[in-house]
């Protein structure tokens, strides 16, 4: 058994000053403060004395890192998940994003074999497949080459048994209705992005069973008064979710604050959109089969763009997303957890076993600094990352 003890627990639901957390078998066994809880002669203590201890992060949207593309290259998610402990990611969605659907099976394939012997590391939900369904004028960094019409047949094998949690498409594209309601029956959940939707075509797709919004603001038209589009109809409809990255260069930072408002933090989700140069220096890497290169921005992160200029995904660890949402909405530290902890839970429907620190959930947990910098993380009981 493990014994956390000394904390300053942030379940994200309540805080608890003076916390023990106590762990067996990899799951959380009890939570209280220290007047409540006694640890065991036998257990094995971490004092977390002077420290936050969170849940886990999740990230809905990840590309790679460390040099590695998941689309290019499906088997590393196992070798990238091991090392985002660091950041204080505990689980995350391995994103997969236009390419010959070969790509996605490939993925599929890499976890349901599961991860090498002795590995331990961030754990992969399931795959977040961010097209190739998407609208060719809003393509992005996606290669338009790889672009198709929705059909059911492509998605045949999609699913959260399959390994496909999260699934990105354009609801104004013929066949597109279909399509989620049928990825939506089975457990999916379905995504508008990279769209021009309409205000009307949204609301069909959220009837349909759309229930998130891909990185709000970006690759969708932009929030007009007489037109809301797309991004009005997620910011105003209150059963919608929303992703957004915090960067300071996918979106400013007046806008994140605007969706806050609009959402909260039970219906706001931050992600990364991180690729492959996450953890890496400026360079030239890959998204896809397609070339990008990373430069340093004012705003204090490297920036990732194709030739052409167009952003292609993120360089923004997760911590540091947490810390830009602190700083540019002025929400609680309890409130911007649950962006990247019980809100991305209860989205996939695991909210009983992953982003809160309650008994018979998953111990994933993140040991913070005062300043919100990561000092260990544990995963499913087992220490994963220490600084």
Same mark, same amino acid.
């Given at each position: ?36 809880? @006694? ?9 977390? *004395? ?8 999740? !990230? ?19 070798? *990238? ?25 490939? @993925?599929?394939? &890499? ?67 279909? *399509? ?21 075509? @949204?609301?069909?797709? =959220? ?9 709000? =603001?970006? @690759? ?22 929303? /992703?957004?990255?915090? !960067?300071? $260069? ?16 039970? +219906?706001?989700?931050?992600? &990364? !959109? ?9 360079? +030239?890497?890959? $998204? ?12 204090? %992160? ?27 909405? /002025? ?7 649950? &962006? ?14 992953? /982003?809160?620190?309650?008994? /018979?959930?998953?111990?994933?947990? *993140? ?8 000092? +260990?993380? %544990? ?9």
């Amino acid at each position: 058994m493990l014994c956390i003890r000394r904390a300053t627990l942030l379940t994200p639901d309540a805080q608890i000053d003076d916390g023990v957390l106590l762990i067996e078998r990899g799951r959380i066994l009890a939570v209280g403060d220290a007047a409540s809880i @006694a640890a065991p002669d036998d257990a094995e203590v971490i004092d977390a *004395v002077g420290l936050i201890v969170a849940p886990g992060f999740i !990230d809905l949207q990840l590309n790679g890192a460390f040099g590695d593309d998941f689309t290019l290259t499906p088997d590393t998610i196992w070798r *990238v998940a091991a090392g985002l402990p660091r950041w204080g990611v505990t689980s995350f969605l391995p994103t997969i994003i236009t390419s010959p659907l070969s790509q996605p099976a490939q @993925a599929q394939e &890499t976890l349901e074999s599961g991860p090498p012997s002795g590995w331990r590391g961030s754990i992969p939900l399931g795959l977040h497949c961010e097209g190739p369904f998407l609208n060719p004028q809003k393509k992005g960094a996606h290669n338009p080459a790889h672009l198709r019409p929705p059909t059911l047949t492509d998605v045949a094998a999609w699913s959260p048994e399959n390994h496909v949690r999260l699934v990105t498409l354009a609801p104004e594209l013929p066949g597109a209705l279909a *399509v989620v309601a049928g990825l939506a029956a089975r457990g999916v959940v379905v995504s508008a992005g990279h769209s021009l939707a309409t205000y009307r075509e @949204a609301k069909a797709g =959220f009837a349909a069973g759309i229930r998130y919004g891909t990185h709000l =603001f970006n @690759a969708m038209p932009p929030l007009d008064h007489r037109e809301p589009g797309l991004p009005g109809a997620l910011l105003g409809d209150p059963a919608l979710t929303i /992703g957004i990255i915090p !960067d300071g $260069i996918h979106v400013h930072p007046t806008m994140v604050a605007l969706a806050w408002a609009a959402k909260g933090p039970q +219906r706001l989700t931050v992600v &990364t !959109d991180a690729m492959a140069a996450l953890g890496m220096a400026p360079g +030239r890497y890959t $998204i896809a089969d397609q070339e990008v290169i990373v430069s340093a921005h004012d705003q204090g %992160v490297n920036e990732a763009r194709l030739p052409s200029g167009s952003l292609a995904g993120s360089v923004l660890a997760m911590d540091e997303a947490l810390r830009r949402l602190i700083r540019y909405t /002025g929400c609680s530290l309890g409130d911007a957890l649950r &962006t990247i902890t019980a809100t991305p839970a209860d989205l996939l429907g695991l909210g009983a076993e992953r /982003g809160r620190l309650r008994a /018979g959930a998953w111990a994933d947990l *993140v040991f913070l600094t005062p300043m919100l910098e990561v000092v +260990r993380t %544990v995963v499913a009981g087992v220490v994963c990352y220490e600084r």
